[in-house]
């Protein structure tokens, strides 16, 4: 533990420096990588370790070539973690928004999976890690992802993007898409479906395990 917290302190130094600092992004991005690169900070090679964000990813250094500076406002900061297995494990690290809020929010997603899978009610979700090291910094789990709008202009339709990355020719009655594929998708817009439908809902889930909460303690 003593270990992991050296190590978030010292992201949370980089950080803040780069966000602060008055370099454009690319200038950013060269001063971090250097900054990993540099043995005096511990970063490009580690002994295993445990990832705080993830107690169950042994992590052993940070690939300073593939890390990057978002272009945003707080200027986060990608990086490349390499894991004892062989792969990597990319993580945002934020300095200077508060991630308690982000930490919340999927721990409610997970606990409304969790009751819907009780119910035989699988929609498909993969809640990402979100740790808050601070009141004013954390760490998330970085998923590549792409926009249903730059799927449409790349693809044409979702369709054809489904088709192109799980195709099955043998397919009876999903257009030569993989069966599972399919499944997936509709699940997943039926979970965007019960949010569109249910603003509140995280509201509600929230004022459920209040009230469950004050019951128990009331007895």
Partial sequence: MGRQGLLIDTLAKRAKEIRTSKDPRPRKIDKLRALI????????TMAPLPLPLNARIEVTGINPDKSSVFKSSLFPLLLYFQCSDGSEYPVIFKDGDDIRQDQLVIQLFT?????????????KLSPYDVLATGALQGMVQYIPSK???AIVSENGTVLNYLR????????VGTYGVEPSAIDTFIRSCGMLLI???GRNLLTIITSWILCRYLFVRSW
């Fill in 195 to 197: 949010l569109f439908i």
């Fill in 37 to 44: 690169s540099d043995s005096k900070n511990g970063l490009a």
């Fill in 147 to 149: 926009t249903i709008a």
């Fill in 111 to 123: 606990l409304m999976d969790r009751l819907l899978r009780k119910e035989n009610l699988d929609l």
């Fill in 164 to 171: 192109a990355n799980n195709p099955d020719e043998g397919s």
